[in-house]
């Protein structure tokens, strides 16, 4: 079993910075991918980055392509989620998956089985 603990939201204004961090537990050998997703009241649960354990290949919604990076630090089996330029659009709840299945592909949520309890990031304007 792999166990996922994500931290690091708070407020932050437009145009401000905040990394977000997850901290990988349990059977980390069979991890494959790990993503950030985010959900506010008003929208369904959204992808926001994806990773790829094993290799350096990352997939980004096109609404933070430039302004967030994903990354791990798999001596500190730990996921980050640099983000910069921080618009109030980007207030939601965000969330920390895991998928210990292989799959050519990890973009949607329905791609990962493992869920964080999510941390609030608020952007005001």
């Known amino acids: 079993q792999v166990q996922v603990v994500e931290s690091g939201g708070g407020v932050v204004q437009a145009g401000g910075s905040l990394r977000l961090s997850c901290v990988v537990s349990?059977?980390?050998?069979?991890?494959?991918?790990m993503g950030w997703f985010r959900q506010t009241p008003w929208k369904e649960r959204e992808t926001v980055a994806t990773i790829v354990w094993h290799k350096p290949r990352e997939t980004y919604a096109d609404s933070v392509k430039g302004r967030f990076t994903i990354s791990v630090d798999k001596a500190a089996n730990t996921m980050f989620l640099e983000m910069n330029s921080l618009k109030p659009e980007d207030t939601a709840i965000y969330y920390c998956a895991a998928s210990s299945y292989y799959q050519s592909t990890y973009y949607q949520k329905a791609d990962f089985g493992i869920w964080g309890q999510g941390t609030q990031v608020t952007v005001s304007s």
């Open positions: 349990g059977r980390i050998d069979l991890m494959y991918a």
